[in-house]
């Protein structure tokens, strides 16, 4: 046994990060008795709290009230005069309502008796950690860094701005370009579309959104067109140039667009840099991710990982999930005997409209099951009947045929993930299409649809 083994530890769990998964992780391992300790360098609560899920949940509320005000008319409603969009109010509330949900976090640590360090974490060896001047001593040392954008090289690059600074862009872009085919690059396009920027979005493949369901690809394609975005497909940014007025975007097939901002939603790396993990030896994937068990114990054990440095589903719900699974393996008395279930993990894109998907694609479904049965709707909700929108709903259930289980869910519509949570826990359950059959519907919604479709669409 070494010295540093025969010594007690400052603190038995070293949390790295104060995002959603360490901030979890690190509350839960005190209620179970544990010393812990968090660093943060940056903002607590993450990347979701600050520049992901929850400023841009906030920004496409505001996007869909452009839709409403023009909907409201077929209903009776008149404005006295036509709405007008203050980008700097919405974008100062969001600094005050992200404000209020750091200062919650740092009530929950203070509240859990976990202690924060303010400062960029790195690890000496398999059980010290400095932070600035300070080295502190723990049993484990949990790296919950998460993710951070990343930004391809091409001329012009760092004039173009990533998902952490468009929430905050000084003046709101007239005309604003998207590079990039992921739920991030399809959101921001939908969101500045709907705000009243003239959108354009580039992705170098034939459709966006690669490993969702191809039939909502489709039909979240059509929509978004019918909405305004300017959809550019199997092309790409050869340079941008600071012109007279904006940007001047070249693209790979030659043509030439003027925008006023450029955000580059082209992916997210592991934010291992400066760690120390390389030196230690730690263990990585092709894609530069933390390689873990089960345990979510790295290849030096005393080092764990989770979250988005793990190469998992990108998703908060998930880093959650994970840091209350790592907890009871390494810091509770009846540690879980199966590793975490990944399966049918819920998921929602907050583009307009919504798509809300559980389980399996019916690609997937296919290869996995060969036989199959797809039951699908496309409709125009009823509230349009009125409103004169063109905008319709794509309802979809994917059905293993031998064993009718609906084995994926999924929708494109109004409060689509609203929608598909609850639909989520009969799919977790493995309930049967017929089980679907015999729920009753509530009418009059779109949501019945899903328990009101009887005949396949094709198998």
Not at 56 to 84: C, I, N
Not at 264 to 278: I, K, N
Request: charged content about 25%; aromatic content about 8%; overall charge negative.
């Amino acid at each position: 046994m070494s010295d540093l083994e025969s010594t007690t530890y400052d603190w038995d769990l070293f949390v790295i990060g104060a995002g959603s998964g360490g901030v979890r992780a690190a509350r839960t391992a005190a209620a179970a008795g544990a010393r812990v300790a968090v660093a943060e360098e940056r903002y607590l609560g993450g990347t979701c709290v600050n520049v992901g899920c929850v400023p841009k949940k906030l920004y496409s509320y505001a996007a869909h009230f452009h839709d409403a005000f023009e909907d409201a008319e077929g209903f009776g409603w008149r404005l006295a005069e036509a709405p007008s969009f203050d980008w700097p109010t919405l974008r100062d509330n969001k600094v005050g309502e992200i404000k209020r949900l750091n200062g919650i976090y740092a009530r929950l640590l203070d509240g859990a008796g976990v202690r924060l360090i303010n400062g960029r974490a790195r690890v000496l060896d398999a059980h010290r950690v400095a932070v600035g001047d300070e080295v502190h001593s723990a049993e484990k040392i949990l790296v919950a860094v998460g993710g951070w954008p990343w930004v391809p090289e091409f001329p012009g690059s760092e004039l173009a701005v990533s998902s952490n600074e468009v929430f905050d862009l000084e003046s709101f872009p007239e005309r604003f370009l998207v590079l990039g085919g992921g739920y991030i690059a399809v959101e921001f396009a939908s969101i500045f579309n709907g705000l009243g920027s003239d959108t354009h979005l580039i992705y170098r493949g034939e459709l966006f959104l690669r490993g969702f369901d191809h039939e909502v690809r489709e039909f979240t394609r059509d929509q978004m067109r019918q909405k305004g975005v300017q959809l550019h497909f199997e092309t790409n940014i050869e340079r941008i140039d600071k012109v007279e007025g904006g940007l001047a975007v070249t693209l790979t097939d030659g043509e030439i667009l003027e925008v006023d901002a450029v955000l580059a939603a082209t992916g997210r790396r592991p934010h291992l840099e400066g760690l120390g993990l390389d030196t230690l030896g730690v263990a990585l994937d092709d894609g530069g991710y933390i390689k873990v068990n089960e345990r979510f114990e790295s290849s030096l054990p005393s080092v764990l990982a989770l979250g988005d440095v793990t190469g998992g589903p990108e998703l908060t719900p998930v880093a959650l999930a994970e840091a209350m699974h790592l907890v009871r393996c390494h810091f509770e008395d009846t540690p879980p005997t199966t590793p975490l279930n990944y399966a049918n993990i819920p998921t929602a894109v907050f583009c307009h409209p919504n798509i809300g998907t559980v389980g399996l694609s019916e690609e997937e479904a296919r290869e996995q099951f060969g036989e199959i049965r797809v039951y699908s709707a496309d409709f125009r909700p009823m509230k349009h009947t009125l409103s004169g929108s063109a905008e319709r709903c794509l309802m979809k259930l994917i059905v293993a045929d031998a064993s009718d289980v609906v084995v994926g869910a999924h929708m494109v519509g109004e409060e689509a993930g609203e929608v598909i949570q609850g639909i989520a826990i009969a799919v977790k359950a493995g309930l049967t299409k017929a089980d679907f059959d015999t729920t009753v519907g509530i009418h009059p919604t779109g949501a019945e649809e899903f328990v009101t479709m009887r005949t396949p669409t094709r198998r």
